[in-house]
């Protein structure tokens, strides 16, 4: 199985922060990768898909790189809305999501 | 408006069984690749089973396999999941969520997900 590891497990940040999330696949998994971000009590929403692909309607402040093992999300400049908890998730065998990263005000 | 919405949660004891449903409407439901996923309270997202748009493929997670049972009726724009033996350890938000397949799968709409709790 996949193993995804995400970090940090937590982050601080401020309105307007340039913030990157990591995450790593125990083997490679091509391009295979998305990010969804989750609010308290909602369900998660797809950002990114195969690795860098914005999903419609997110804005362009997400963006997401890497291939292989290694990957990042990017958020450029961060907004009130956009503190949640941001899962990866791995398409290339199966599925799996990696522990999630709760990004919090500072 | 596309939309997914699950049923049929609740609270149910340890070897128990129940089903869980996932109506569909605002797009064309059989198009699509579609997958249940739950969440324990507190901790994180978990993949639990995947059907094909057609149902003739089907794959489960390790932790459910021989226990849930994942089904469609495209004729009725529905999604299903049979859960039984039940466990403390299945108690979690069960979403479903569309998969538009092709090229790179991802979970494009989910559904507000419905509780299951078992317990005694």
């Known amino acids: 199985d996949i193993q995804m590891t995400q970090s940090p497990s937590s982050l601080s940040a401020s309105v307007g922060d340039r913030v990157t999330i990591t995450c790593r696949a125990s083997?490679?998994?091509?391009?295979?990768l998305n990010w969804y971000q989750q609010k308290p009590g909602k369900a998660p929403k797809l950002l990114i898909y195969a690795a860098s692909s914005l999903q419609s309607g997110v804005p362009s402040r997400f963006s997401g790189s890497g291939s292989g093992t290694d990957f990042t999300l990017t958020i450029s400049s961060l907004q009130p809305e956009d503190f949640a908890t941001y899962y990866c998730q791995q398409s290339y065998s199966s599925y799996t999501f990696g522990q999630g990263t709760k990004l919090e005000i500072k | 408006e596309v939309q997914l919405v699950e049923s049929g949660g609740g609270l149910v004891q340890p070897g128990g069984s129940l089903r869980l449903s996932c109506a569909a409407s605002?797009?064309?439901?059989?198009?699509?690749?579609m997958n249940w996923v739950r969440q324990a309270p507190g901790k994180g997202l978990e993949w639990v089973s995947y059907?094909?748009?057609?149902?003739?493929?089907?794959y489960y997670a390790d932790s459910v396999k021989g226990r849930f049972t994942i089904s469609r009726d495209n004729a009725k724009n529905s999604l299903y999941l049979q859960m039984n033996s039940l466990r403390a350890e299945d108690t979690a938000v069960y979403y479903c969520?569309?998969?538009?397949?092709?090229?790179?799968?991802?979970?494009?709409?989910w559904g507000q997900g419905t509780m299951v709790t078992v317990s005694s």
């Open positions: 083997q490679s998994i091509s391009s295979y």
């Open positions: 605002g797009f064309t439901f059989s198009s699509y690749e």
């Open positions: 969520a569309r998969d538009p397949g092709g090229s790179y799968s991802a979970f494009d709409i």
């Open positions: 059907i094909s748009s057609s149902g003739s493929t089907i």
